[in-house]
């Protein structure tokens, strides 16, 4: 199997996209990552560094769509881009609900990843091949009350992720789509409630790295949190909604 050499990942200052590049950073790996802080990114790009990768860091916002598109069409030409993952993400969870953030979770959720795809996918359908990972989320599988928007917004990613997996396919390029349960970073620290089946992010930058090798087109775990939600999709529709209301 062809093994990814150059990898592109939004969001890589914290949490998952931390750990996916820290799991990926090794000799002969040139990593391109991109997140807003600074001083954590940097802190980031060292570690890999240490572990023998190539690295190149850029401060984007993912909402800076001429931004993100000049810097990945830069990072493709200076190193053939095998493999983006869209990662930078954003929850409401621990944060007071105000309209003006509801709108910022889609802003940064959807848009943020048709920036990062849209330049991608422009350079891999003409070298015929490429790998894109859309990181959605367990919360894509039921609209839960505690998080309209991100769930609305992980939906739409999934959705997206799995018309495009087939469109694209003809044309060489491989699409993924993450669908992660409870992991332990900045973004789920915050949250007061119970998460079952949590599990640390360099644990799901594993499972990710494996389904992204084998190319699977949906990488969902943990397993038991994945199940519950199946089960409440089959479930009739008014007493799903029921469960939903309590979790
Ligand atoms: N943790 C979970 O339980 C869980 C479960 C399912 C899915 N996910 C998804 O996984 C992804 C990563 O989440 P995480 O848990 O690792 O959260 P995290 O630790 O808060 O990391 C989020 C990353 O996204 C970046 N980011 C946020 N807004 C951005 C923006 N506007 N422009 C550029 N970068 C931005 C952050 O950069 P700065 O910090 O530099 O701003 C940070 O690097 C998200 O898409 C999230 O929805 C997480």
Known sequence: MH????????????????????????????????GRNSERLAKVAKACEQYGAT???????????????????????????????????????????????DREIFNVN???????????????????????????????????PRAPEYCASKAAVKSLGESLRNKVKKQGIKVSVVCPGFIKTPLTDVNKYGMPFLISATKAAKIIIKGLERNQGLIAFPWRMNSVLWLLRVLPHKLAQRIAAYI
């Open 110 to 144: 959807l848009f943020g990843v048709l920036n990062t795809i849209y330049p991608a996918l422009s350079v891999m359908q003409k070298r015929q091949e490429g790998q894109i990972a859309l990181i959605s989320s367990m919360a894509a599988m039921y609209g839960f």
């Open 3 to 34: 093994k990814v050499k150059s990898i592109l990942i939004t969001g890589a200052s914290s949490g998952i996209g931390e750990a996916l590049a820290l799991a990926y950073a090794k000799p002969g790996i040139s990593l391109s990552l991109t």
């Open 55 to 101: 690295v190149a860091t850029a401060n984007i916002d993912v909402k800076d769509a001429e931004k993100l598109r000049s810097w990945i069409l830069e990072r493709d030409e200076a190193v053939p881009l095998d493999l983006v993952i869209a990662n930078a993400g954003i929850s409401n969870a621990g944060q007071s609900r105000t309209e003006e953030f």
